[in-house]
């Protein structure tokens, strides 16, 4: 057996040029240009030029400046505040999925729940300002009703920002969910039980811990995706609180401030290397 599977294995100089145009590919459009990024980080401009000098008051003006800190910070809170209302949306409805809905039924809710993937991300969030909008259906149904007096103001504030993220991170996070949860072995549920362990015990002692990675895959991916992503503030949010995709944008269309684009680039990719050694850090702990 050994010796009919070592020769179906390809020759290693085979899967070494197999390999190799996968590194060009990387090098080129992804090492390359963060190299590229880096020094311009450095660049000094005066006025409309960048000099042949090299400084570092792009961050220090970064981290002085507080319109961009602010910048920053809203960009923070909106991605935490998305992945943990995603997180406890997406987790009833995966655990349903998984334990409540029988087995012929699960293709097709899961089919359901990946629809939204189908449509363009600038169509999503100009549907939801179609919404909250202050002629929007929502405030026509809500006014038409008698709740309200006045509309409500929703369109073109952080929570229709976060509003647009979510509709479209709780069926991401429930797909990765859902997919570890389907991995559980009901006889560790029935063990449990025969034991004499309630149901809720059985969630807090089998089913959460044996989910974490899911959890921990989606609210990455979740966390990833909405710090960098410039449509839905833009769209959904205005220009009422800058996030700093916006701000990026900011410095390249208005001042042509290439190097402090740059800086802000780099910062975030720190943050999500930061946040991605964090979650990589507790995943191998909660496996040991």
Request: aromatic share 14%.
């Amino acid at each position: 057996m050994r010796a009919y599977s070592a020769e179906l294995r390809p020759p290693r100089e085979i899967v070494r040029w197999m390999v190799w145009p996968a590194v060009v590919f990387t090098v080129l459009f992804f090492v390359m240009p963060l190299i590229v990024m880096a020094c311009v980080s450095f660049w000094d401009r005066q006025g409309s030029f960048m000099a042949g000098s090299w400084t570092v008051q792009n961050y220090v003006k970064f981290f002085t400046r507080d319109y961009l800190l602010t910048a920053l910070v809203n960009s923070i809170e909106v991605t935490l505040i998305t992945t943990i209302v995603s997180v406890l949306l997406a987790y009833p409805f995966a655990y349903v999925l998984a334990f409540q809905v029988p087995a012929r039924w699960q293709k097709i809710i899961l089919l359901i729940a990946v629809l939204p993937f189908w449509t363009s991300y600038v169509v999503r969030s100009y549907s939801w300002l179609l919404i909250v909008s202050d002629n929007g259906f929502l405030n026509r149904i809500l006014m038409g009703l008698g709740l309200i007096s006045e509309p409500l103001k929703i369109a073109y504030t952080r929570s229709a920002t976060i509003l647009g993220f979510v509709h479209f991170f709780v069926m991401l996070l429930t797909l990765t969910i859902y997919a570890n949860l389907a991995q559980i072995s009901p006889s560790y549920i029935k063990a449990a039980q025969d034991l004499g362990a309630s149901w809720l015990t059985v969630i807090r002692r089998i089913i959460l811990p044996l989910s974490v990675p899911g959890v921990a895959v989606g609210a990455f991916l979740t966390f990833v995706i909405t710090i960098g992503d410039y449509v839905t503030p833009q769209i959904l949010g205005g220009n009422t609180e800058v996030l700093v995709p916006q701000a990026i944008m900011l410095q390249i269309v208005r001042t042509a401030d290439f190097p402090m684009a740059s800086v802000m680039s780099l910062v975030l990719m720190v943050l999500v290397v930061g946040v991605y050694l964090i979650f990589q850090r507790y995943l191998t702990m909660s496996r040991l």
